[in-house]
């Protein structure tokens, strides 16, 4: 069995968010059905945050 960070069909939850400024955010609970995960300085961070009062869509 493969570990989990290596198989390709694992899929994680995001079970609490702490930006509540990001458009995704209800309750602190994630609603964008997924994300993709960046570097930035070393860390990771969630890129598809969008801030709510920058969106325009
Ligand atoms: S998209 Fe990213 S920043 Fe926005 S609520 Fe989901 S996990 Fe948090």
Redesign the pocket.
């Given at each position: 069995m493969e570990p989990r960070n290596q198989d390709p069909n694992f899929i994680s939850l995001?079970s609490d968010?702490a930006?509540t400024q990001?458009k995704?955010?209800e309750s602190h609970q994630?609603t964008?059905g997924q994300?993709k995960l960046v570097f930035f300085e070393g860390k990771p961070e969630?890129g598809?945050?969008t801030d709510e009062e920058e969106d325009t869509n």
């Amino acid at each position: 069995m493969e570990p989990r960070n290596q198989d390709p069909n694992f899929i994680s939850l995001v079970s609490d968010c702490a930006a509540t400024q990001c458009k995704y955010n209800e309750s602190h609970q994630c609603t964008a059905g997924q994300i993709k995960l960046v570097f930035f300085e070393g860390k990771p961070e969630c890129g598809t945050y969008t801030d709510e009062e920058e969106d325009t869509n």
